[in-house]
């Protein structure tokens, strides 16, 4: 009997384990995709600044201003779009890590003497 309950007490240890690792890389997913949201609005927003202080001071022509935030606004929502994809991988390959077991011990440790 005390086998049988120590092969279940395995199996709901593996089972736990393994959500917990799911849940892991679920968090190291999202964690991916809203640092790569911040980095690509940091610099959207840093772009936009300095287009609007050469405005404000008159420095720029407003026709390329017009062209070069067309251009902050595309490569923004291009980065944006390419945010879930690569969250989807990295989760995947989290999965796939989980998904692989490792190899058991087949040596039992030697009590000293």
Do not use: C, H
Not at 80 to 108: C, D, H, M
């Amino acid at each position: 009997m005390a086998t049988g309950s120590k092969a279940q007490t395995d199996e709901v240890r593996q089972v736990v384990v393994a959500a917990a690792r799911t849940e892991l890389a679920a968090i190291s997913a999202a964690i991916s995709f809203w640092a790569g949201w911040v980095e690509s609005a940091g610099r959207y927003a840093q772009g936009l600044g300095q287009e609007l202080s050469g405005i404000e001071d008159g420095s720029v022509n407003s026709d390329e201003v017009v062209g070069r935030l067309t251009d902050l606004s595309r490569q923004y929502l291009r980065e944006l779009s390419e945010l879930p994809r690569s969250s989807v991988n990295q989760f995947t390959s989290e999965l796939k890590k989980i998904g692989q077991p490792k190899a058991k011990r087949t040596r039992a440790a030697r009590a000293k003497e």
